[in-house]
């Protein structure tokens, strides 16, 4: 196969438009899929954990509610140290092994969690999830901009972050009814240990997967034509090139530009409402015994977590796709952050699990929406006041996807023990101190 490119033609005529979307919509149809089964698996392990607390780990360990946030957001520390060395070593060693690497290493990890005694190797193994994950979603999208012109990427980069919903949509029944087939299957082995096993299985199945279908860059691709192959590797030279003309902008200097502070922060908060969510909205669930005298099976917790993440995947592709059309981001983006905003703290005085889960729905549908929507804002935020340059660089520290981690740790670790300091209490049980001595009913805690 010849690696030789055609410069980009200076003209947009008919020939070049129909040879761009029928290239183009081959690389949609053919990485797309298999990148949102990773993400989909890769988000599954990272949060599975919420499930398996009410579903007798946490009583299996002896665990109180900090011990189990602090479980949850170690992986992130990590996480967090490897990312960036991980992703140097993606762009070294190509995106076919290393994405291989990481999905084999922490399907291993992730099915090793199984077997914990107690909570230290707990933390242990949750660490070295986070290590063995490292650098995969900041990965993918550096994967996704060798393969996708500027002009397509949100798009692409949308279609890749509806696994974060479909997860939960999915994922959480499944393993809810893993936990309950596990506890009525084995008579001394725990239904959630069962769970973490079945679950890493399929990343280590992907990761041995990605090594013959995963294509590194358009020149080798062996399913493209040589006309479709030539045009998009010569397109995504171009890009290149031009990023490369840019005028550079020092790392240090663009860390100081207050717009790329502001960035950070509403990014920090959307991803500290998504783990949140993520790890203790079935233990809150679970804590509708004692609020509402209510109780539900670990598969009705199942089933009753993914309602939100349902309406929250219509939420993200019904609202990115709009910000498209229009062309406007900053209140697509602020929007759903401020409706997130209100209907949370409404929970608190709510009388019932029904109203209690449609403010929950409201929640993630709004922290949906805002997550696709708010990537294009940088660029339109930040244009003719800051080069590029700034937010390519600070992206890579401060708010791209893949450096949510430090969000991340921050909402697993404070939820809890914010409850424990305002109900004194370490129990995992998600109500707040009556406000006064007439108050009757316990009332849910917010989760954001």
């Not at 797309?32 to 993400?39: D, E, G, N, T, V």
């Not at 939960?168 to 008579?187: K, M, R, Y």
């Not at 339109?380 to 590029?388: E, K, S």
């Amino acid at each position: 196969m010849s690696s030789e490119v055609s410069p980009p033609t200076s003209g947009q005529t008919p020939a070049n438009s129909a040879l761009e979307k029928r290239t183009l919509r081959k690389v949609l149809i053919r990485l797309i899929p298999f990148i949102i089964a990773m993400y989909f698996i890769n988000y599954l392990d990272r949060t599975n954990l919420g499930i398996a607390g009410p579903g007798g780990m946490n009583e299996d360990l002896a665990m109180t509610a900090t011990q189990f946030g602090f479980a949850a957001g170690i992986f992130f520390f990590g996480y967090l140290i490897l990312e960036v060395p991980s992703n140097l070593a993606l762009h070294k060693f190509g995106a076919r092994i290393w994405l291989a690497r990481i999905l084999i290493s922490w399907g291993v990890v992730a099915a090793a969690m199984a077997f914990v005694l107690n909570h230290f190797w707990l933390y242990v193994l949750r660490f070295l999830l986070g290590v063995a994950e490292a650098g995969f979603f900041p990965g993918v999208i550096l994967y996704l901009t060798y393969w996708f012109p500027t002009s397509m990427r949100a798009r692409a980069t949308a279609l890749f972050m509806l696994a974060i919903p479909m997860s939960s949509v999915v994922g959480t029944p499944v393993s809810s009814w893993l936990i309950s087939s596990g506890n009525a299957i084995f008579e001394n082995f725990a239904g959630w240990r069962f769970m973490f096993i079945i679950e890493g299985v399929p990343a280590v199945l992907l990761g041995i997967m990605c090594i013959f279908y995963l294509t590194d860059h358009p020149r080798d691709a062996k399913w493209l034509s040589a006309e479709e192959r030539n045009w998009l590797q010569s397109t995504m030279d171009a890009e290149e090139k031009s990023k490369e003309e840019t005028f550079h902008y020092p790392v240090r200097r663009s860390l100081l530009q207050p717009r790329v502070w502001a960035l950070s922060f509403v990014y920090f908060g959307m991803v500290y409402g998504l783990y949140a969510m993520s790890f203790f909205l079935p233990t809150i669930i679970s804590g509708f015994q004692e609020t509402f005298g209510v109780e539900y099976s670990i598969v009705e917790i199942g089933f009753i977590t993914a309602i939100p993440y349902l309406f929250g995947a219509v939420a993200m592709y019904f609202w990115s796709r709009h910000g498209d059309r229009t062309g406007e981001r900053v209140w697509h983006v602020a929007l759903p952050l401020f409706i997130g905003g209100v209907t949370i703290p409404i929970a608190l005085y709510l009388s019932s699990p029904f109203t209690t889960m449609i403010a929950v729905t409201i929640t993630c549908m709004a922290i949906c929406a805002a997550l696709p929507t708010f990537w294009p804002l940088p660029q339109t935020f930040l244009a003719g006041a800051v080069p590029l340059q700034v937010w390519r660089s600070s992206t890579r520290w401060a708010t791209r996807p893949g450096s949510s981690p430090p969000t991340s740790p921050v909402g697993s670790l404070t939820s809890p023990a914010l409850r424990t300091r305002a109900c004194g209490s370490s129990e995992p049980s998600w109500s707040p101190p009556e406000s006064s001595p007439s108050s009757s009913r316990r009332r849910p805690h917010p989760i954001v």
